[in-house]
């Protein structure tokens, strides 16, 4: 079992940055694949973005340049750097973890509310 914490958001006008952390507990960290994912209001939960055990990333198409992803194993840490921010980045934003080696055993946390005014 995995328990996941995210904080971070929050209200920032567009062009400004916002730094968002999850801290995840329960498990061994490093063995986990952990994604940061958005909802906005109306539309469906989307990737943001995704950084393997390995630690290769991906990006989702709107967010490249803009968004990095980082993970600290020692810290159990997985850290959303947003910047360049604009209004359609408004959603609520989920730290997700998936376990590496069977994809079986994934885990969400509450959610964190980044809002970017125009």
């Known amino acids: 079992q995995v328990q996941l914490v995210e904080s971070g958001g929050g209200l920032v006008q567009a062009g400004g940055s916002l730094r968002l952390s999850c801290v995840a507990s329960?498990?061994?960290?490093?063995?986990?694949?952990m994604g940061w994912y958005r909802q906005a209001p109306g539309k469906q939960r989307e990737l943001v973005a995704r950084i393997m055990s390995s630690g290769n990333t991906n990006y989702a198409d709107s967010v490249k340049g803009r968004f990095a992803i980082s993970r600290d194993n020692a810290k159990n840490t997985v850290t959303l750097q947003m910047n360049v921010l604009k209004p359609e980045d408004t959603a609520v934003y989920y730290c997700?973890?998936?376990?590496?080696?069977?994809?079986?055993?994934?885990?969400w946390g509450q959610g964190t509310q980044v809002t970017v005014s125009s």
């Open positions: 329960g498990s061994i960290f490093s063995l986990y694949n």
């Open positions: 997700n973890a998936i376990s590496s080696w069977n994809s079986r055993y994934d885990y």
